[in-house]
């Protein structure tokens, strides 16, 4: 059974999951599977998975049967599992919770090879609206404090599976890097009585050097301090700190300016890896006066991969402004 | 010119360094470059590197001509650079600072191709004092308040050239792992009046299960809550805070016990690519009462390095306790 295990000095929980031993031969990541016929997530192979959980289906077609246009699934060696006893555990100067949470997979298509930024804005909206509702669902188990939903895309991004899917991690704990952005956000607000991402919004529609696309609802930008060459940041404009209250029109502004962003992206980039992360206000915290919900869009070009870890140290090669005018060139 | 940038939600300072891209094509990170005669790092091509700042050579030999068996030398493309003013900047909400610091190589050995355990211990010692002469002298400068050095081995880990070397980063910033690990030491200390460090050592002589190497002065283990499979740390058993200060005798012995280790490690896992990074007291604060300097050692054989970044979430396949049971089966 896996574990959650608090580093004592930095505090950061990590995730001790020994069943995904099977993705190691002598300790080593597996090669990345080749595409084929028996993909669990193409449409046709449903007896493969799981049961679905949550699906958006043709009229008349059946539970888990062809027909469905995006599928929710529980991953079906899960790191974590609802039917666990939440237990806390000191061993000497260590802390450790048992494997609670939830692990479901995100099937976006029917179709095994689409590039994202070719998925149509109803497909990008409806993958979106599962998330929502997966959120809002989860959220009714008061042992779970954060869901973590990404997208790891192709093998330098951490992608083990061909096929379109993002993945949904339910949490009892924060994730170290959410704990430290509500920090961050939160001293901000005591100091200045202002949320920072408001602050953002204002500052780089004024600023415009870092603002690749606009709409109603949302800002995509190069943030000030990326990461990684090419970080993108979709933020919206209203204050929104968490993302389940999302109505079906922001949904579709969401799809709108994610899809823009990677049809640039893959212009620019030609079809990079990437990550794509859902950040949002905890459960029971979906009123902060001092966040935003937003995507980070981070590809993977760099392989600097190395030391950063360790350090949280990180060189970027490539500035926002001039990622912001590459992107700017290209139609989205 | 690179400046540093720093995120005005996180905190994270990152290095905008343009001037890097040579390293890219079309933004993409180029090909592993061949070894071959004209590596700048092999003995008797000195005149392709800038002067050396320090070497250990052998007594007649000339500085920047062969005889020397560690030699340190600037970085010919140095991401930051000591002939900068120190200037800090607001933009809007943002922040930055110009490129001021230091990027140095440590060249281990003459010889190109060199496993890092089968350097000698001598070799290894010296490497080591090679470092310390480097903080002592980097130290100097006030306006520096971080020396951060590691080691990235093998593609998979960042490294860009085959000759064997580490590298040294000078900051005038604390590092963000660094400023979390003294936080949380800080934190304990402040609630138990101990040392994390010194309960750390405690406990894993007690338990043992994660107990991988011992000698009079150092203390090999695998962490209680490591995010990478077989990661491991060398951790001196007496509180000290800084490396610094080390003694020659104490160098020796981190000599012994890192060797150990990669032999070990190199039995287990076939030479994995990993990272090894130096964590100490920043300058000013060598006496900590809550701080010990640990190098970290990273094999890296997952490939699961995707939206980690963005979420500081890791999982783990392989427990520590099972990680120390494979080591302690081989000699070393």
């Given at each position: 059974m ?11 929980w ?18 990345y599977?080749e ?16 049961k ?12 888990d ?41 995100i ?5 095994h ?10 497909n ?21 404090k954060y ?25 009892p704990?924060?994730?170290k ?18 949320c920072?991402?408001?602050?953002i ?9 870092r ?72 459960f029971g ?24 870890y ?23």
């Amino acid at each position: 059974m896996a574990e959650f295990r608090r580093d004592p000095v930095d505090g950061r929980w990590v995730i001790i999951a020994t069943e995904r031993r099977k993705r190691f031969v002598g300790f080593h990541t597996e090669p990345y599977p080749e595409s084929g016929e028996r993909c669990p997530f193409c449409a046709g192979n449903e007896a493969l998975t799981p049961k679905e959980i949550f699906a958006f289906r043709e009229p008349g077609s059946l539970k888990d049967g062809p027909g469905w246009r995006v599928r929710v699934i529980p991953n079906r060696e899960p790191i974590l599992k609802v039917e666990t006893e939440f237990e806390r555990e000191g061993v000497g100067a260590y802390d450790k919770i048992s494997g609670l949470g939830a692990h479901e997979i995100i099937v976006e298509c029917p179709e095994h090879s689409q590039a994202y930024s070719q998925l149509s804005l109803k497909n990008l909206t409806e993958i979106y609206l599962a998330y929502r509702e997966r959120m809002i669902d989860l959220r009714k188990d008061q042992r779970l404090k954060y869901v973590l939903i990404f997208k790891n895309y192709g093998r330098t991004a951490g992608a083990m599976m061909d096929h379109p899917h993002s993945q949904l991690i339910a949490l009892p704990i924060l994730p170290k890097q959410i704990n430290e952005e509500l920090r961050g956000a939160k001293e901000y607000y005591q100091y200045k009585e202002r949320c920072i991402f408001c602050d953002i919004v204002r500052q780089e529609l004024e600023d415009r050097d870092r603002l690749v696309f606009e709409n109603r609802e949302f800002l995509v930008i190069s943030p000030w301090a990326p990461i990684f060459p090419f970080e993108l940041w979709v933020v919206p404009k209203a204050h929104r700190p968490a993302f389940a209250p999302s109505s079906d029109e922001l949904v579709g502004l969401l799809a709108e300016a994610v899809k823009s962003t990677m049809v640039k992206l893959d212009q620019v980039l030609q079809h990079p890896h990437f990550n794509l992360i859902l950040h949002s206000a905890p459960f029971g915290e979906e009123n902060l006066e001092y966040y935003h919900w937003h995507l980070e869009i981070m590809p993977r070009l760099t392989q600097v991969a190395g030391f950063e870890y360790g350090s949280g140290f990180y060189i970027n090669p490539v500035s926002p402004e001039e990622a912001t005018s590459w992107l700017l060139r290209v139609e989205g």
